[in-house]
């Protein structure tokens, strides 16, 4: 029987060496299978630190963390074939074609013959790049990099993918084919963890989203629950974003 509760975090805290102030400091969150789940707040709020740490790149000071039904770090062999990761820097080969990154990664995995074949197919048709696949990434346009990204984390059809800046810094085309195929994706039954500093994108695909800075929980909730609840009589997160963390730049 599946879980419900695919994302478990229960007031873990992480400082980094040399620093005073946590990444995060007693942070705890949910969240749901089948969820298209928002993290937003400004640089430096923890939101990069929280990724890695549930894609067990870094380790947490205290807390606990369950993915998929699995603790962090004891289990984290358990949980890798069962997550994807597309990194707000590109991880790609350059001077490697797409198809040369994708069957890279698709071995990563444990994928090969006819099967990584038809889904490396299936993907870069899903994703506007079949025209493209024989191209080495270095030649490819911003929006082109963050679509072959993306693909490397969905080959073996993950049960949570882990989006960090997904659209950041390409066309408004590339931007709306890659946020309908998340919607997508997720319909298929792939639970999305994804960060954002577009309110706008990320009222408009998440089905909940958390609030944190300086490493703790704001809020959370639905957005329009949210806009409700906080009283953001402008009615957008855009409003409620800056209602909550203020205007003060954060560089």
């Not at 082109?144 to 800046?165: Q, S, V, Y």
């Amino acid at each position: 029987m599946l879980i419900e509760v695919i994302i478990d975090i229960n007031q873990i805290s992480k400082t980094y060496r040399g620093n005073a102030s946590p990444a995060l400091n007693d942070l705890t969150l949910s969240i749901r299978r089948g969820e298209i789940f928002g993290l937003l707040g400004p640089n430096g709020a923890g939101k990069s630190t929280l990724l890695n740490i549930l894609c067990g790149l870094l380790t947490f000071d205290r807390g606990t963390v369950t993915v998929c039904g699995y603790p962090l770090p004891s289990r984290l062999d358990d949980i890798k074939p069962l997550i994807g990761v597309a990194p707000q820097d590109i991880a790609l080969y350059p001077t490697l074609t797409g198809y040369e990154n994708l069957k890279i990664f698709g071995g990563i995995y444990g994928m090969k013959g006819q099967p990584l074949e038809q889904r490396i197919s299936e993907m870069l048709s899903f994703f506007g790049l079949e025209h493209s696949k024989n191209k080495r990434i270095d030649a490819y346009s911003g929006g082109m990099k963050r679509r072959i990204n993306l693909i490397a984390g969905l080959l073996h059809r993950p049960e949570a993918l882990f989006l960090d800046e997904p659209t950041v810094g390409i066309d408004v085309q590339s931007k709306t084919l890659i946020l309908d195929n998340l919607k997508q994706i997720n319909s298929e039954g792939t639970t999305i963890i994804y960060t954002s500093h577009y309110m706008e994108e990320a009222e408009q695909l998440c089905t909940r989203v958390a609030f944190i800075d300086e490493g703790r929980l704001l809020c959370e909730g639905a957005p329009a629950e949210l806009l409700h609840e906080q009283g953001c009589t402008d009615g957008n997160l855009e409003s409620l974003y800056l209602q909550l963390t203020g205007k003060k730049l954060r560089d």
